[in-house]
């Protein structure tokens, strides 16, 4: 961790602009390098850095969403390679630039293809049950999930692996790592179990309550490291998720039930939905970074 004096995080070092680092490190070391005044320019300054971590952590998904905007406005419907099949050439391509540009490392990279396994099944079980539906045709699926709908699920996990490193999340108050992993399979065999059972989603959202209302996520815009209750980021991140997938659905890359041929928002409720599936995502990041505790120098900002 860096030193800290008087509550502000010290100066990144600048041997991380050697030409070994990624171009992203060498662009943020030297924002971070900056040295604003104090008053309203600084704390300016720190909310646009902040913004360009989160939209540097968010460039899978990004690039993913403007894939989907592009075949949908621009795409023939008559092309000898199918929309969906494009996307998922596409979201393959993404991922190989990520990892040759080392925009992302191959241990991130492996806990992601991670993801892209557990959405995929998910996606498999959910459509044949006719929770949602991919209305056009494709080669590249495994039963009627085009392969390209996991990279929507990795995209959550690379942002999450990516912003955890960047922002240096540190954890007060987090349960044993054995409760979070059982919690998160629990939630994962929900997802199925309650075509069959009760859904004992009410249930899960208490369980979550219980382990993580006293958690809270330490991270760090700029020189001062901040905090928040874990479960509100929690939810914040499944709101931005849930905004993406109404973009999804306006593109008609796949489609809910009660959407019929004139597009309608997906419904609010589907946020609980994207919130258990953030702590699924939230565990298996977890796996790669564990939770640390703050450093003592770590001062609460109100």
């Not at 720190?46 to 952590?57: I, T």
């Not at 929507?152 to 540190?170: E, H, K, T």
């Not at 020189?223 to 479960?231: C, E, Q």
Request: aromatic share 16%; charged share 15%; proline share 6%.
């Amino acid at each position: 961790m860096p030193r800290k004096n008087d509550g502000a995080v010290s100066e990144p070092p600048l041997a991380v602009l050697q030409s070994g680092a990624t171009r992203f490190t060498q662009v943020r070391a030297r924002l971070e390098a900056a040295r604003p005044t104090r008053g309203w320019t600084a704390a300016l300054y720190e909310f646009l850095l902040f913004g360009f971590k989160q939209g540097w952590a968010c460039l899978f998904g990004a690039l993913m969403l403007a894939m989907l905007f592009a075949t949908h406005f621009f795409y023939p419907a008559d092309a000898l390679i199918a929309r969906y099949d494009v996307l998922t050439i596409g979201a393959i391509l993404i991922q190989v630039a990520m990892l040759v540009f080392r925009l992302e490392s191959l241990r991130e990279a492996k806990v992601i293809l991670i993801f892209h396994i557990v959405g995929t099944v998910m996606e498999v079980f959910k459509t044949a049950h006719g929770s949602w539906v991919y209305p056009e045709p494709s080669l590249l699926r495994i039963g009627g999930v085009p392969l390209f709908s996991g990279f929507m699920y990795a995209a959550v996990g690379s942002y999450i692996a990516r912003i955890w490193r960047i922002f240096d999340f540190r954890y007060d108050h987090f349960p044993p790592h054995w409760m979070t992993i059982a919690l998160a399979t629990a939630i994962y065999i929900n997802f199925f179990a309650h075509h069959w059972l009760p859904d004992a989603r009410l249930l899960l959202f208490a369980v979550t309550a219980i382990l993580f209302w006293r958690t809270r996520v330490w991270f760090t815009p700029f020189r001062k490291a901040r905090s928040m209750p874990l479960l509100i980021g929690w939810f914040l991140v499944a709101l931005f998720i849930w905004f993406a997938e109404n973009i999804g659905t306006y593109t008609r890359a796949w489609a809910y039930p009660s959407q019929g041929p004139e597009w309608s928002m997906v419904s609010p409720q589907k946020l609980g939905a994207w919130y258990l599936l953030m702590i699924i995502s939230f565990v298996l990041v977890s796996l790669l970074h564990r939770p640390e505790r703050p450093s003592s120098v770590m001062v609460t900002v109100s």
